[in-house]
């Protein structure tokens, strides 16, 4: 029979998903106890990756699987040698697991490297697990049925064994760690202006809606008069394991702890926040939007989205800008577009025009002779740049000339005077 792997999760299922621990074959790599020789039966090689299920809280920041490889050995990993004692094993993880923490060390390989340093020391810490490692290798842990580790995730492990050693820049801490202060999150609010306002800019005050601290319990949804103590389902992990046996073996799954929601502390609930510790209300503030927004235009409002929960700073308000369009002036980019009508008349002796700008009616010459389609520039009569309210963008007027459908007997009369005077003309002398 071919040996069986077992599979890790894939990324869709971090935070729940099951492990499967196998039975091994007890031939040369596993213990004797164990062994069951003789039936023909090998369920798992030696050279098979265990894969643990993360642990949720890290599901966003750190790899997907805590992957054993069978050809590591734990003692050079550390950097220590067989006969080193358990202090001298914890010293040498301690000082590694501090230089290659991902939050710490950005090289692309510390985080794996942090991963094998951590299934190292669950091994050679564990009393039991090292005897058996040392005589067997890691393929004899596997047929003990112990694992490599009681750790679901290598950050785990480091949160644990720096725990009461004041954490480490803030990543130690255990149940420290899920309690700490978490930030908000982020508020929208869609905004609708006219072509002017978005233009020129404008002071708005604007209702939103967000989730505030609770006044009753000064954020922490505890009832007052209470404190939080353990949750007696999880233990205090935050996370309950439940385990199935099957043929191949046990079947277990890691799961939030619904009762404490993965805090590892229950306390009864504040009955005005329902236990979050925040409540939603309604607040009204004040809006500057600079000169030169456009439609898709976001405009971000420190500190003004959701508390955050025990503590933690709030999220941030950002603002997206709706313009509405003009009838007459047209946008592109910093410039501002217009059509302007004249006669055939006024295109060929030339005039001057009222047009309209975002400043108000203003004259503009039209020269003579000004052909069909010309585009005439009105300098700095455009949008202004967003952020340099002092430099601004042109006004583009199109120059459209009317051509009559009909003529009346005098101008055609007069026309036809002109298209002759213009035949007798040479040639050269246009």
Known sequence: MKPLRHVGPSRGQLGNAPRLLLPTCPCRWHPP???TRGRGKHLVSPSASLNHAPSPRFRHRRGSRFIVRAEADFYSVLGVSRNSSKSEIKSAYRKLARSYHPDVNKDPGAEQKFKDISNAYEVLSDDEKRAIYDKYG?????????GTGDYSNPFDLFESLF?????MGGMGGGR?????PMQGDDESYNLVLNFK???FGVEKEIEITRLEGCNTCDGTGAKPGTKPTTCKTCGGQGQVVSSTRTPLGIFQQVSTCNTCGGTGEFATPCKTCGGDGRVRKTKRISLKVPAGVDSGSRLRVRSEGNAGRRGGPPGDLYVFIDVLSDSVLKRDGTNILYTCKVSYIDAILGTTVKVPTVDGVVDLK???GTQPGTTLVMSKKGVPLLGKSNARGDQLVRVQVEIPKRLSS??????EELANLNKAEPANSR
């Open 163 to 167: 725990e009461g050693f004041g954490g």
């Open 176 to 180: 420290a760690a899920r309690n700490r």
């Open 410 to 415: 005098d101008e055609r009369k007069l026309i």
């Open 366 to 368: 039209i020269p003579s």
């Open 33 to 35: 106890t164990s062994c």
């Open 138 to 146: 890691e393929a004899g842990l596997k047929g003990s049925g112990m």
């Open 197 to 199: 306002e978005a233009v």
